[in-house]
Structures are given as C-alpha cells and as structure tokens.
C-alpha cells in the first residue's frame, strides 16, 4: 500500500446515505425526556455501557456490572490491574468530555493521555512503525511515524475546513484516525471517544446514546468495513457502516423512550410509596398494600425490569430511586 502525507478523504455520499440521515434525524427529533433524574441515569448508563463497549472490543475482561461498580461505586474489584486501571482511566477521560473540543488537534493528544495513564510513554505521536496482525499474519501497515504529524495536521485541516454533515464527517475522522494509527495503543478507543464528542456536539441527545455499543454489538462488521475501506481506498464502506450503526443504536433508544409502559394498581401504589419513603422494605410494603411479601417481590421485579424503579446499594441498608415519571407510563 503506498502512503501519501496529506489526508484527502475519498469518499461518495449516496442517496441510501442521504436517507439514512434523514431517518437518524427523525429519530433523534422523537426522544424528549423531561425527567431530570431520568436523564441523569440514562447519562450515567451511557457512559458506563459506552465505556465497557469500547474497551470490551479492545479485549478488557470486566463486565459490565464490575465496570458499574468501579464506577458508580468506586468499588474495589477482582480483576488484573491492566483491565481495571483502563477502566478508570476510560471513566476520568468520559466525565471530562465537556473539555475538549473536536476540531483542536492538541486536545486529542490531551485526551489520549488521559485514557493511557500509566500504561506508556507517548506523549505526542508513535516514533515507530505500527500494524494491525491477525493469526501471527500482519493484515494492516500503518503509515510510516515520521509522516504521522502531518497526516494528522491535514487531517484536522479537513474537518474543520469542510463543511460536510456531522453524521459523515464523524465517520471519516473515524475512519482515517484508525487508518493513521497515530498511537502506540489506543488508537480504537481515542476514535471512538472522539466520534461521541462531534455527535454529542452535534446534538446533545447522544449524551445518553451509548453508540460504543451498537459497535461492540457489531464488531465483526466494524471491522470489515474498515478492512473493505482500506482495500477499496475510499471510506465508503466504513461510512455505510457507522450510519447504519447510528440508525440502529437510536432506533432502540427510541424505543425505550417513547413507549408507554402499562403497571397494575399494585405497581402504582408500590411507586408511591417508594416516592415517600425510598428506604422502606418488601415486610412495609406488604403490610401498606395488604400484598404477600412473594406478591410485593414479583411486583417490584416487574418495576425494576422496565428500569421504573432502581434499587442503590444492598438489600439490608439501600434505598429505591424512581427512574420513570406518570408520564412515562400507563396505569
């Protein structure tokens, strides 16, 4: 493959592309979520589940409910300190997103090292040769390091110099951030950060739309589209890709945000209750509601299915949160 050292994206939008924008943007004008606290849990789950996708896919081995815990929690948990101290970092660079500012190539540097703390010594670009192997096969070589600073130069030169839908421009900074591989390690998870700080700016509804997901879901396509987009030597395929990924990723947050969600009167005096006393117990809430204490269990189960309710720390010495307000759901 011979490299240049100027980035000049090639790339065709399509009318499939075209539409697909303008469905993402229809979804997008559907989900209102008027509950604050609501929306402060859906952030937090975003970022939580934005964080294990995007590491997961590197090959971390916490789960997500261990990532939730380090977290939400600052737990201490078992695991290697490589997969733990990724998680921290990941956590540190997320919560200072509002910091950083896409189209400002320092910031990205800035913001890779954070995500690598403790793990390696660059602090600007690779001074060394970098490849992408598959089976002890080499599949993918980098462009040489000693033309890396002015790839990436032309690069920013570009996004902020071209005025393309934020959906595709996204897409392409993904896509020759990954090409470049201007890292030593982190290459993947700095583009996928970086994608959620143009979208986020792009609309802040993406705040609570954990896109790493649907790419972590997804990833055998993610990186064939790459793979197809460096054979092909255009974008396309990886354009294709990230917009069916959007499209997808919002359809099920639509999903979840528009519907109506029917509760029995029992569930409903259960809400209130909790409303009143988050710290009362399954015995109170029998006794309140004349329920069996397996009547109150299988009720609250229900309610914690449809994320309704939410129940913070143990059994003995937690408390409920509500998630969902009446106007979410239907009696």
């Known amino acids: 493959m011979n490299y240049i050292s100027e980035i000049k994206p090639i790339y065709t939008i399509t009318t499939n592309n075209r539409k697909l924008i303008s469905n993402i943007e229809d979804l997008l004008s559907k989900i209102e979520i008027k509950d604050k606290q609501r929306l402060a849990n859906l952030k937090m789950e975003s970022k939580v589940r934005s964080i294990h996708s995007s590491l997961a896919i590197e090959n971390n081995n916490l789960s997500l409910d261990t990532i939730f815990e380090i977290i939400c929690f600052n737990k201490k948990v078992l695991g290697s300190y490589e997969d733990i101290q990724e998680v921290r970092n990941a956590n540190e660079l997320y919560n200072q997103i509002k910091e950083f500012n896409w189209r400002v190539e320092s910031d990205l540097v800035r913001a890779h090292i954070v995500l690598m703390k403790y793990f390696e010594d660059d602090d600007y670009y690779r001074k060394h040769g970098e490849g992408v192997s598959k089976e002890n096969k080499i599949i993918y070589k980098a462009p040489d390091s000693l033309i890396v600073p002015a790839l990436m130069k032309s ?21 020759y951030l990954v090409y470049i591989h201007p890292f030593t390690d982190g290459n993947g998870r700095i583009a996928r950060f970086w994608v959620s700080l143009m979208l986020i700016d792009y609309n802040k509804k993406f705040e609570y739309i954990p896109i ?91 309610l914690k299915k449809y994320k309704i309710i939410e129940r913070i720390g143990p059994d003995k010495g937690g408390y409920w949160t509500i998630n969902r307000r009446s106007d979410n759901y239907e009696i």
Do not use: W
């Open 212 to 302: 790493e997901e649907e790419i972590y879901l997804t990833q055998d396509d993610y990186y064939k589209a790459i793979e197809e987009s460096n054979n092909n030597g255009n974008a396309n395929s990886f354009i294709n890709y990230m917009l069916d990924t959007i499209y997808n990723c919002l359809l099920k947050t639509t999903q979840k945000t528009t519907q109506k969600i029917k509760i029995n009167n029992n569930q409903q005096k259960i809400i209130k209750l909790i409303e009143n006393n988050p710290s009362i117990t399954r015995k109170e809430i029998a006794k309140e509601i004349n329920l069996t204490e397996d009547g109150v269990k299988y009720n609250l189960n229900r």
């Open 155 to 175: 690069l920013f030169e570009f996004i902020n110099n071209n005025k393309i839908h934020p959906l595709i421009l996204s897409a392409l900074f993904h896509y």
